[in-house]
């Protein structure tokens, strides 16, 4: 009995042991994701500040389209 007591507690470390290896690497992963995204906003907020930059009549025209289009809906 105290055998498997024993097997029990090594496989029960074991475990956990992968736990936390396991955790490590998902915890890297979603910091890794988490950069690659914040670099890709980057990257899209330039575009649209050069595009506005470039049409500043177009952009400014979409945001008054935006903004009929979102009063019209919160108004119902």
Not at 4 to 16: P, T
Not at 24 to 42: P, Y
Not at 44 to 64: H, K, M, Q, T, V
Request: charged content about 30%; proline content about 1%.
């Amino acid at each position: 009995m105290s055998e498997e007591l024993a097997a029990l507690k090594s496989e029960v470390r074991a475990l956990g042991e992968r736990l936390k290896s396991t955790e490590a690497a998902a915890v890297e992963r979603a910091r890794s994701l988490a950069g690659d995204l914040g670099a890709e906003l980057k990257r899209y907020e330039e575009d649209i500040a050069a595009e506005a930059r470039a049409n500043p009549w177009r952009s400014l025209g979409f945001a008054a389209l935006a903004g009929f289009v979102l009063g019209l809906i919160l108004r119902r």
